[in-house]
């Protein structure tokens, strides 16, 4: 068969598959005039012109959507161009198009590829694909979630995808010269176990995979890979290096770390609900008994004072266990009107269990009573989550201060805290926990909330706590923020408003009051 003559042609059929018109393009291919072709049947004409595509084209194609490749060889296998033959069905018409075109990918490995040289338009036609294929190639590697690579037994790279920017900025040059420098980037505790899977793995062609941690410059940030590599062997069977990719799965190794201990700690949980209510009665007999105790001595007693401080440090252990239990429960408790200054000074027995011994504590919560509508348990689990940051900052002998004041609508808050200036939008208090320890560093503090987010292994952080902190104080009208210094320590600012009358807004008595009768509600149906 002929190589067709034309970019594109067109060839209108009735519904009984008989041409109906037919462009001068497939009239000049053929060899026939419009009017001979007219009235002829399509299928008939075509199969005339080449007999092995009476197998490629079904007797039924004009009555549906089809299309297929006409090889221009007898033999398909051996035909390396050929027609792109494509029917659209319509109400009272077919529509035919056929344009030349390189075989499918499939066999085109296969072709005669002598043929391909002698047409202009097929060599075109190659290059197009060559140009699309190499295009759309860049686009998935740049957009694809991970770092492709071609690295050397050596441990440096020949190859590396523009992902490796986005964990190493600074650096991702250097991995081209230096195969160590990849090595230190890897968990001290995971670099034995990538070792040894290079070790295990190498002598053969198979792809394998696995997962360990390396750490990001400047905040060693801990992230997850998964690493999916193929050997690259010689015929003499040398190992010249590997090829690979490199996925970040820190989101789903911190999901399946969570899973694994799920079914242990329910039942850890079970167990320690029974120990919390035996402790609980144990320091209530202690209690009762050093109660009844100190109150039949005398005050000059010498035992007086140590059965006081027995008395009083079993009635702190009752309330330590009380803490235990609310900051586990599933249910939230019911939002109520709370004394910010009480929760705090309150909380301030599991803070002081939490940092150093040797750390300094120092606390100023005034005099004033700071009512504001809140759930209590959430509230506690806010203030432990910062004070445990700000353990984490400090130095053994580091100091932690936790602050409140009382501000008017309109006011300044968080002065000195990142962003924009922020004005009180309501009667509140500001919250303030500060810390000496290393600081924030600037290139991570736009994810500080961030979900997943921590600097920290996953059996130390799960990247929650700031997120969680963040989501509370919204659901609450509030507000957060924070400011650093690197080597001088960090503050966060917590603003909360408070339920008082404020006649300036009597709007916020009416929003007060709405909100308590929704919760009360809610509270008689549950």
Known sequence: ????????????????????????????????????????????????????????????????????????????????????????????????????????????????????????????????????????LSDYVSNFPGIFFTQRTDMTFSYLSNGIKRLFPQEHKE???????FLNKIFEKDREHFLNKLSTNSGGRETFSFSYRIKLPPTGQVVY???????????????????????????????????SNSVWREGLATLTNGLVHDFSNLMSGIYSISELYHGMMERDDPMANGMGQIKKSAMQAQKLVRRIIDLHREKPA???????????????????????????????????????????????????????NARDAIERKGKIKISITKVAKGQPIMNGSSGEARIAPATGAVISLSDDGRGIPEEIEDKLFDPFFTTKDSSSGSGFGLYNTKLFMEDHNGEIGFSSKIGEGSTFYLFLPLAIDDEDDPSMRTKRMRRATREFIKTRKT
């Not at 419009?34 to 194609?61: H, K, Y």
């Not at 999916?228 to 062997?233: D, E, G, L, S």
């Not at 200054?341 to 803070?351: A, C, E, I, N």
């Not at 506690?380 to 004070?387: E, G, P, S």
């Open 175 to 181: 991995f081209s010269r230096n195969g160590g420098l």
């Open 1 to 136: 068969m002929k190589s067709p003559n034309f970019e594109n042609c067109q060839v209108a059929l009735d519904r009984e598959g008989s041409m109906a018109n037919v462009s001068e393009a497939f009239s000049s291919w053929v060899g026939m005039g419009v009017e001979e072709l007219v009235g002829e049947n399509f299928r008939s004409f075509i199969v005339s012109l080449e007999n092995s595509w009476d197998a490629l084209i079904p007797q039924d194609f004009h009555e549906r959507d089809f299309e297929c490749f006409l090889p221009l060889s007898p033999e398909e296998r051996n035909s390396s161009v050929g027609i792109y033959f494509n029917s659209s069905t319509y109400e009272h018409n077919v529509v035919l198009s056929l344009s030349p075109a390189l075989a499918p990918h499939d066999t085109l490995k296969n072709a005669f590829m002598g043929d391909l040289m002698n047409d202009p338009r097929a060599l075109a036609n190659t290059l197009i694909r060559l140009q699309k294929a190499e295009s759309r």
């Open 334 to 388: 019911t939002r109520a009107i709370h004394d910010l200054r009480l929760l705090l000074k309150d909380q301030m027995d599991l803070v002081g269990i939490i940092i150093p011994r040797s750390a300094r504590l120092q606390t100023d919560f005034g005099k004033e009573s700071l009512p504001a509508f809140l759930e209590e348990t959430g509230f506690r689990q806010v203030i432990l989550n910062l004070a445990i």
């Open 225 to 259: 890979l998964l690493d999916v590599r193929t050997p690259i062997i010689t015929a003499t069977q040398k190992l010249l290096g590997y090829d690979g990719v490199l996925i970040d799965i820190t989101r789903q190794a911190i999901a399946e770390h969570r899973l």
